[in-house]
Nanobody, 120 residues
Framework: QLQASGGGLVQAGGSLRLSCAASGRTFNAYAAGWFRQAPGKEREFVATISGTGGTMSYEGSVRGRFTIFRDKAKNTVYLQMNSLEVDDTAVYYC???????????????WGQGTQVTVSS
């Protein structure tokens, strides 16, 4: 089970850190990803990290602003979001899969989503 948290309301240019805590099993060997879905739009890829934590990949518009990382001791994956823009407003979901990291939605486990709202 995955629990996403850390969303909120922030002004453009601000920062937020999202957390995705796993329970019930260890996800430390699983690839993890963050996705987001804005109103009226499809869920889209944001970032993914390998099971080892050594490889990351980002969607183009967030590269250089967002950082995905994991703390294996806490069984948690994070998304540090800096220089937030109004277009980053969406519900953010974390996900995990037992095999290689990917940028599509074919993940095995999903968190419930956390709302991020960026005001101008």
């Amino acid at each position: 089970q995955l629990q996403a948290s850390g969303g909120g309301l922030v002004q453009a240019g601000g920062s937020l850190r999202l957390s995705c805590a796993a329970s019930g099993r260890t996800f430390n060997a699983y690839a993890a990803g963050w996705f987001r879905q804005a109103p009226g739009k499809e869920r889209e890829f944001v970032a993914t990290i390998s099971g080892t934590g050594g490889t990351m990949s980002y969607e183009g518009s967030v590269r250089g602003r967002f950082t995905i990382f994991r703390d294996k001791a806490k069984n948690t994956v994070y998304l540090q979001m800096n220089s937030l823009e109004v277009d980053d407003t969406a519900v953010y979901y974390c996900a995990a899969r037992a095999t290689a990291m990917i940028s599509t939605t074919q993940y095995d486990y999903w968190g419930q989503g956390t709302q991020v709202t960026v005001s101008s």
